[in-house]
Each structure stands twice: as C-alpha cells, then as structure tokens.
C-alpha cells in the first residue's frame, strides 16, 4: 500500500514570502496530484503531475519520480493562500492515496 | 463545480438509522468516488465505481454500501447510522486521463 507523507503539518508565512510544501510516496505511481481546501470545505484540484515541473500563477508543482518526492512551491504569498494543501498518489488502479494535508497560514 | 453536486449538504440523524448521501455529476465520467474526512486522517475512500453496476470496495468500506444505477448518480448509504461515521463526506470523478478530480462540496453528516 502506498504511503505518502506530508511536511511541514502546519505553515505559517509573512505575506510576500517564498512556501515550499513537501509530499513523499513509498511506491511507484502514475501521477501525483496537489490539491486546495479551503476553510469552509470545498476541494479544488491544482496540479497533476507524472513527471517534471507545472506553474499556473504563482504556483510551481514538482516532482522526482526517482526520489519518489514532490513540492508544491507558492511565490510571493498571499493571505487568500491560506489553506490546507494536499497531495495525492495515484497508483495504477485510478485510486488516490491521500496525504494528511499541511495548513498554510499567510499573515498579512 | 456546476458539474458534481452532492446532496445533502448538512445532516444530522440518531444513531441506528440509515442515512442515504447522494452524488450527481453531469460529466457522464465513468469513475465515480465516496471519500470521507476525518481531523489526524487524510481523505480515505469508502467504495468507488467503474460504471454503472459496477462498484467496489475501499479502504473503509465496512459500514457502508453503495449503488450505481445511472452514470450521473453515486449514492452512499449507511445501513446502520453509528458515531464512528460522523464525518464529511465528499464525492469526487475523474480518472487519471483527465486533468485531474473534481470534487463535489461535501456533506456534514452528524449521528447523535
């Protein structure tokens, strides 16, 4: 069974800093997913990543398949960047294995 | 997302009781999903579907059924509603085709 490992649990950050969140695997995968949560619930999709790097506005997603590994980089933060950000691996089986999530904090 | 609602968005019922949770996605995507989240755990999933009548097991799926008579409709039920299965339920679809998951905006169910 896939394990994937998140860090830090908890971020908090000055507006305008560079975040970097961490996402570890145990097993091959097909793709790794970054996902947003926001308070209040709603789960939106960010990235889908299987190899290389992504960037949709500030927000840069990379990934080491073999360091099973990849970071969700945020440049230049924002309080409305306060969220809880997950990853997800995705096996051959279409199934996802969710992380526990990192809590971002931005203080204005 | 317009495209997956989930139904309803709040619930509270008494322990024993079954309790039906319904998704409905107007993509005609062929996976369908029931997750549930707990504080300390990550989404974990409960049962998804492959295609109408066509379902299987995750990895908390004792305690819950679901069924799949159309494409657009994934219903979860608790047979036997217990305290243990308060949480927030989301639906979600997609496969790993797509750009990724779209996920329906949760349900809060709550058994006293």
């Known amino acids: 069974k896939n394990e994937v490992e998140q860090s830090p649990q908890n971020l908090t950050a000055q507006e305008g800093e560079f975040i970097t969140i961490n996402c570890s695997y145990s097993?091959?995968?097909?793709?790794l997913h970054w996902l947003q949560q926001h308070p209040g619930g709603g789960i939106v999709s960010l990235f889908m990543?299987?190899?290389g790097k992504k960037k949709h506005g500030r927000l840069i997603a990379t990934i080491n398949i073999q360091e099973k590994h990849s970071s969700l980089h945020i440049t230049a933060s924002h309080p409305r960047d306060s969220a809880v950000y997950i990853c997800?691996?995705?096996?051959?089986?279409?199934?996802?294995?969710f992380g526990k999530g990192t809590k971002l904090t931005v203080n204005p | 997302d317009a495209g997956i609602t989930q139904s309803p968005r709040h619930k509270v019922t008494e322990t024993g009781t079954p309790v039906t949770l319904r998704c409905h996605q107007t993509e005609n995507h062929r996976y369908m999903y029931w997750y549930r989240q707990d504080p300390g755990h990550g989404l974990r999933l409960i049962h998804y579907s492959y295609g109408v009548k066509d379902t299987d097991k995750g990895e908390v799926s004792d305690g819950y059924s679901v069924s799949r008579s159309k494409t657009e409709d994934f219903l979860l039920t608790l047979e036997s509603a217990t305290s243990s299965q308060t949480s927030v339920y989301f639906c979600a679809i997609g496969t790993a085709t797509n750009y990724g998951y779209t996920f329906g905006s949760g349900t809060r169910l709550t058994v006293v």
């Open positions: 997800a691996a995705e096996g051959g089986s279409e199934k996802l294995v």
């Open positions: 097993v091959g995968i097909s793709a």
């Open positions: 990543l299987s190899s």
